[in-house]
């Protein structure tokens, strides 16, 4: 992963969809309104029923109740969610006093029109779906307007047992008119957040915040919100600088409630969830579609499924029951390869210019440390798009002799690329200037067109290939047949992903520019389907540099990583977040040590110093490591493995390789920003490991909580520095403390006497 040096279907425009059937793809958004005060029967009166609670008062506010929350559609049309919990009443929505303003509107030629939900026609049914039993809420409204604004909506709200936590939607616009009406822009699932609501002693900001969206690297996905802060969150298509994509959630929490929204479309919608602090200090935050259509006569349109959720405790859950939901709906999360947990070491501590017998020399360190994947990184080849070996470092059959080497030595080898980027003889990056790849030449209707006709850029300032056309896809499928099965090597390290630009190219056919956006996702399936094929313990690991992940790409990876993080704090949030999406014992990547203290240079690059393993052993994540070995030279001085660093790896992979945390189920007992000291726990053979981090640059003296412990007489060990720290007794109902001092991190083995 290097620094840089310098989704979604398209918004559904429904013809003649009638909003019935619209409404029926769920709930959560705009001015979520609930349905009517009698269920309907069922028509499968032999299926046991919802137990969610549904009662529509006149004039709203419609109350859904489950065991543990309660989400009310108020009479101006907002969503409020509160959670039940230890007999509390616990929520951050504070809808404005007065305000006629629901949870959503459209924009009409730049204006805003509200509308009011009518509850005397709410209509309450059995949910039906993949998510199980639930409550169907169907709410009509009408346009706060003067008459002649002839424009209805409907509003979906469903709610499910197995969901308890979590309000899904969807809303419909309806031209009711005999002319045409411009739809600019939709605007859904607006709340307003107090912290105050929660803790009468805060700010009404003082919450911390994750914002999933990829729109700049190396910036905090996880944050403490300020009276200053604003981000547009832009989701699904590519976005200045080519990142893009992320994962279309927006969560807050204090230390005792937290809310989110977002969408659970299986696709990367093209939105925005913008989040910001207003001059009195709330925090408004909401999903924009830009629709950008005309509503003829009798036409519709519909929003994606949105979702409002209420829960205790930081990102995890959120994004937790983001990925539950979706995983019922058809996201299919693959269960990683036994390979994808051990460590690895990357070429890129020799840089670009990085051969083959660098490559193999460091073969002996390698084995000594315990390491079993080597990557060879970037630009070993000639062009983006072609993917052959330089011949200058990489001359003949060399690629393929340098993989049989580390086969030889009972090791495997990861290729690093780039799929969808080409050259086409336009612009260039630190390592080279482009020239025109052969696949360009060939095949230039494959390309991405811009609105104008010229060629879209991607990351790297690269050009792109569409991954809707079919052909595409099976180019892939070849160059992933000759890596894999042709040049042997055990998996790919796929990096600079983010998202692609929408297409326009007119030989493509398109119904929507969109189309180019959704197929992302198909390339990636091609190349981890196929990897998979010809070898079933490979690794297919996908590098977001710098940012969030894509929801296009995320199931189609056996290994996530933590992509360039900025430190070791962002290690260990974002193995905390892939945990959460793809589950406690997903394999994640927690790149290169060396990147767990770094310092600027400049305006464009940094000074990569890290050696802490800590970081990424006790969240639960895989290590690795890009020294260079033995001695350089001066210009690779900075990563050399010198005696003391061979000391200090040689402990920490030994560690690693015996404890395996990574296989471990994580817990998610602590709340981030709250909890002090910062705190994880991995449970594995009837065991519970924690890991402890101080406040940065500080120390901490003080107790720490062991959560999660059976009643019961443990053991306590300091496993890095093999000290007793003695026994402790957990009581039911009780927390088990422990006094303790540390620097840096603490990492304990609790096991039962």
Known sequence: MKRPRVGSRPFLFSHSLSSSILASVLVGFAGLTLSCSKPSTPKDTGSKLSEIKVEVRDGGPVVVTTPTAEFQILPAGYLQATLLKDGKRLTLDEPEPGSAAGSGHIMNEGKDLEFIPDFSQAKISEAAGKLGRGKRIEIPGHPLAPSGVSVERTIVMEVYDDFPNIALGTVTYKNTGT???????????????????????????????????????????VLKLTKTSAQPNAMGEQVKGGYGGGIPVVAMWTASVGEAIGHVETLPWTLSIPVKTEADGRVRAGIKIPVNAVLKPGESYSTPRSFAAVYSGDFYEPLRMWSSVLQKEGWDIPKPSNEAYNVSWCGWGYEFNVTPAQMVGTIPKLKDLGIKWATLDDRWFDTYGDWNPRSDTFPGDSIKKMVDDFHQQGMLAQLWWLPLAVEDGEGKYE?????????????????????????????????????????????YKQLTGKFIRDWGFDGSKLDNIYSVPACYNPAHHH???????????????????????????????????GTPPSLAWLPFIDQAVTADPVGATQVRRRIKMYKALLGPQSAVYGDHVELSAMTPIGNNNWSEHGTDFASTLG??????????????????????????????????????????????????????????????????????YYAFFAPENSSFDGEIELRGLKPGTYHVQDYVDGKDLGTVQAEGGKATKLKTEFKEHLLLEVSGK
């Open 619 to 688: 969240a639960g994540g895989v290590p690795g490591t890009k020294f260079v070995w033995p001695d350089p030279g001066a210009k690779f001085r900075p990563v050399a493995l010198t005696a003391e660093k061979d000391a200090h790896w040689k402990k920490w992979i030994g560690l690693y390789n015996q404890k395996m945390l990574s296989k471990g189920e994580f817990r998610d007992l602590y709340v981030y920003g709250y909890d002090v000291p910062e705190a994880y726990a991995i449970e594995k053979d009837g065991a519970m």
């Open 179 to 221: 002319a045409d009406y411009r739809l600019d822009e939709v605007i859904t699932q607006q709340h307003r957040f107090n912290a105050k609501q929660a803790d009468a002693n805060a700010q009404p900001y003082d919450m911390w915040a994750f914002e999933g969206s990829s729109y700049d690297w190396g910036k905090d996905d």
């Open 511 to 545: 119904k929507s520019p969109q189309e180019s956006v959704n197929a992302m996702g198909e390339v990636y399936k091609t190349i981890f389907q196929t990897t998979r094929a010809i070898k079933p313990e490979s690794v297919t690991q996908a590098c977001p540099c």
């Open 431 to 475: 390592s080279h200037k482009y020239a025109i790849s052969k696949v360009v030449q060939e095949h230039p209707d494959w390309l991405i067109l811009t609105k104008e006709g010229k060629h879209a850029r991607m990351t790297r300032d690269l050009a792109v290939l569409d991954p809707s056309l079919p052909e595409v896809q099976a180019y």
